[in-house]
């Protein structure tokens, strides 16, 4: 069974920093891409940002590209957000996602497993 859990969510003032944090278990996590989604109240769920099965390459959306950065720990399972510079319109539940495949996209084609997802309040 394949678990991943968010943590780190919580309520921060515009300009702060946050570092969310995803344990994954259940599957050999060294081998596949993760992501980070988000979804704003009354919006659709939105890529943030990716990250290989090496950690080589990354991919962020262009709304927090300079301010977020996506890494990981692959000996310890995790994966994570750090999150500076944050905005009242990061504001949002975000979601961690494990991909079928190693390399990355864009997009959620290809996300095998979500978590349950962790709310962030920016507030201004």
């Known amino acids: 069974q394949v678990q991943l859990v968010e943590s780190g969510g919580g309520l921060v003032q515009a300009g702060g920093s946050l570092r969310l944090s995803c344990a994954a278990s259940?599957?050999?996590?060294?081998?596949?891409?993760m992501g980070w989604f988000r979804q704003a109240p009354g919006k659709e769920r939105e890529f943030v940002a990716a990250?290989?099965?090496?950690?080589?390459?990354?991919y962020y959306a262009d709304s927090v590209k300079g301010r977020f950065a996506i890494s990981r720990d692959n000996s310890k399972n995790t994966v994570y957000l750090q999150m500076n510079s944050l905005k009242p319109e990061d504001t949002a539940v975000y979601y961690c996602?494990?991909?079928?495949?190693?390399?990355?996209?864009?997009?959620?084609?290809?996300?095998?497993?979500w978590g349950q997802g962790t709310l962030v309040t920016v507030s201004s």
């Open positions: 259940g599957r050999t996590f060294s081998s596949y891409a």
């Open positions: 990250l290989s099965s090496t950690a080589v390459n990354t």
């Open positions: 996602a494990s991909y079928a495949f190693s390399w990355i996209v864009r997009t959620d084609y290809g996300v095998a497993y």
